[in-house]
């Protein structure tokens, strides 16, 4: 069992920045999903458990930047250049590897809300 603790968050205006951290009590891969309202949850980025490997959806992709501290099992997604569209609740992830976190994710944070302002 994976115990996941996100913090971060909070409301920006269009082009600012925001930093999520997710806490892991256990080495693993790790990575964010997002929801907005009437929408499906998407997948936004994952890192392996080393942290030699990373995926990003197209959307995110040259704005968002996911990194680990191994020592602390934390991983942090650096979203800049934020859009109004980013706006959702964003849920950090665990599974073994990148790929199954990406489509069937195990364990899952409480989730933390982004709101970018236009």
């Known amino acids: 069992q994976v115990q996941l603790v996100e913090s971060g968050g909070g409301l920006v205006q269009a082009g600012g920045s925001l930093r999520l951290s997710c806490a892991a009590s256990?080495?693993?891969?790790m990575g964010w999903f997002r929801q907005a309202p009437g929408k499906e949850r998407e997948f936004v980025a994952a890192?392996?458990?080393?942290?030699?490997?990373?995926r990003y959806t197209d959307s995110v992709q040259g704005r968002f930047t996911i990194s680990r501290d191994n020592a602390k099992n934390t991983a942090y997604l650096q979203m800049n250049s934020l859009k109004p569209e980013d706006t959702a609740v964003y849920y950090c992830?665990?599974?073994?590897?990148?790929?199954?976190?990406?489509?069937?994710?195990?364990?899952w944070g409480q989730g933390t809300q982004v709101t970018v302002s236009s």
């Open positions: 256990m080495s693993t891969a």
């Open positions: 890192i392996s458990a080393g942290g030699s490997t990373t």
């Open positions: 992830a665990a599974a073994q590897t990148t790929a199954l976190l990406r489509t069937t994710p195990k364990y």
